[in-house]
Structures are given as C-alpha cells and as structure tokens.
C-alpha cells in the first residue's frame, strides 16, 4: 500500500511548516463527507480494494497463500465470498489476479494470467460462484486484460494488451468489449493513439509520480484514468472515443512539484472525485479530496469530517461512492485496516 512511507513524508512536512501551502485553483464546498456510521475490518492482509456497481466490496490479495485470494462483501460488511483460483486451477501455475468484478447474476468474474505445467502464458476471465466453484473460462489470449467492468447489459469490457503485438507495432486496441457468452463485440483504443515514448500500462507517467489504472463504467459512459500517459479516456458503450482529456490535474499541480493519484472515482454526468497530494523535494507540501464537473479545468475541495490532523489524509483512502455515502479504507496498522461508510452531509 505503500502507506506508511507516505506518513513519514506527511510528519516531516507538517513540522517543517510546509504543510500551510494549499492547491492551486481549487474551491471550497463542492462536496461534504460527515463521520462514519458504519465500520467493519478487513481480512488480512491488505491488497487492492475496488468497491463494484453491483454493491459489493471486492477484496484481493496476489501474495497470499495459496495465493490469490479474494474477498467480497456486501456494504454492511458481510463476506460472502472467499475464493482461491488456485484451488479450481490445481495444473496452473504462477497465477496473476489482474482484477474482478461481480455479474448481476451474483457470480465473480477474474481477470487473470497463469502458466501451465510447460510454462505456457494463457490469460482468461474465471467465473466462480461466491462459494468457489469454478463455472466457467473464457480465454482472452493473446489479449491480457489488466482492468475489467460490466455494463448494464453484462457485457465485459477489458483495458489491456496484446502480448503478441506489444513491443511489435501499435496498430492493437487496448479495450475490448465482449458479450455475456465471451463474443468480442467491439474492439476500441487503439494503442496508436498515444505516444510510442509513452506506455498507457505504467502507474506513474509525466508529472505523476504514482497512481493506478482506473477503468470503470457509469451509465452510458466507459471512463479511464491512465496515469502512464496522464489522460483521461471516454467511450461511448458502442466504442466510440469520444474524449482524451490530457494532463487532466495540472491544476491540482504545485509548480516544481510532481502529483501521486491515490483514488480516482468516475460519477455521473461526467464528473469525478481524485485524491492526491503534491510533492516536493522535502516531502509532501498540499494534499486533498477534490471534485471536478469539467475534466479537470476547475476544482471543488471535499470537506470532510474524519479528523482535522493532516495525517488522517494518510490514514484513509477513498475507495468508491454510493449514492448515500462515502466508502474509505482506514490504515490501523501495518497491512491492517478497517472499511468505514461516511455519510454525505452540507
């Protein structure tokens, strides 16, 4: 999670004073976040936490024994799911959890890489049943999807690329949509549109010095965030581009400064929510929720009632929203943490 880094650069900046310096072109107001009512622990140790449109929180860890491991629970913090692809695939070898997602029909779709007994690479969506059981693989290959999100028809969309093609041209598309039977539908994005020097897969890019791909659905729109060539993408759930936003959080940017992207959450009517902090050659020096309703140009600052130490920003990471709340990660220790439900207020 690399948190505990990231606190020490915080205390350093608040005793040096650095702390008073604010975000540039941001206002106040936009959003207010009231203490949690709900909370509940996590199973550890820690990984990748992705809250899922279908109500589900989505827990999963690559390096667990017998690894990986994912957990899902429900918003009150139920786990009803607690599954091991390792176990369904007793002759692969080296599994690669990339991401998931719950169907409306209540199963888990995997994205994940493996090799067999002969070290071959095959990449494939996995649907398992919340108890386990393995229902059914859809082969990707040679694509590797590294993101996956489910419309509201059940389509399955992936972000990720051509393992054949990768360092050969650029003429592959790095998103696909496939149908509920695994149909490819639409192929789209194609890697040509960015530059060669430039890799759409990396978490950190120009100016950003560290992130994750985001790739979500909302409505009728399919969002990207990739950090590796800091844009923005929009879709259209036929295909169509229909927007690169480039250097989307300049303004968040301090001059002389690089940007870590801890959160980025997709919201209806094209808005998003970022979280992120400026950095400096001592450390930390600005660091903040922020909602933007045009792509970047303008920002509100999220007020939020979850402690007034700066240190709290180092402690919770925004991990999605419901239409009523707020849903943070709270760190309580090392690879241990807590998921609290913070209501919105005015």
């Known amino acids: 999670m690399r948190k505990s880094g990231l606190l020490v650069l915080a205390l350093s900046a ?17 959003m207010n976040v009231q203490p949690p009512t709900r909370t509940w622990p996590l199973e550890p140790p820690l990984g990748r936490l992705k809250w899922d ?19 899902v629970y429900t918003t009150e913090g139920q786990l009803v799911g607690h599954i091991s692809p390792a176990r369904a695939l007793t002759d692969a070898r080296g599994i690669s959890l990339k991401d998931a997602a719950v169907t409306k029909k209540g199963t888990l779709l995997v994205a994940a890489t493996a090799r067999s007994k002969k070290n071959a690479l095959a990449s494939a969506l996995l649907e398992f049943d919340l108890q386990g059981k393995l229902q059914r693989i859809i082969k990707t290959d040679p694509f590797v999807p590294k993101r996956i999100a489910l419309d509201g028809d059940g389509n399955v969309w992936m972000f990720g690329y051509d ?36 890799d759409p897969l990396d978490p950190y890019g120009p100016g950003i010095l560290a992130s994750d791909i985001y790739f979500e659905i909302v409505e009728d729109r399919v969002y990207a965030w990739l950090p590796g060539v800091d844009s923005l993408v929009i879709l259209a759930v036929d295909g169509r581009v229909l927007q690169l936003v480039n250097h989307p959080f300049t303004s968040l940017k301090r001059t002389g400064g690089a940007l870590s992207v801890s959160s980025v959450v997709f919201l209806p009517k094209d808005r998003l929510i970022v979280q992120a902090t400026n950095f400096g050659d001592s450390g930390p020096f600005g660091y903040g929720w922020f909602l933007s309703t045009d792509w970047g140009r303008t920002w509100s600052s999220v007020l939020h009632s979850l402690g007034r130490d700066p240190s709290a920003y180092f402690t919770y990471q925004l991990i999605g929203l419901t239409s009523q709340e707020a849903i943070f990660l709270r760190l309580t220790g090392p690879d241990v943490g807590v998921v609290e439900l913070c209501p919105f207020g005015r």
């Open 53 to 71: 449109r279908n109500g589900y929180l989505i827990h999963h860890h690559a390096g667990a024994d017998p690894q990986p491991l994912i957990w």
């Open 163 to 198: 393992w054949q093609r990768f360092d050969k041209d650029d003429n592959w598309a790095q998103v696909h949509k496939l149908s509920p039977d695994g149909r490819i539908l639409v192929s789209t994005l194609p890697r040509s549109l960015f530059p060669k020097e430039l």
């Open 14 to 30: 608040l005793l040096s004073g650095a702390w008073g310096q604010t975000f540039p072109q941001t206002q106040r107001g936009g």
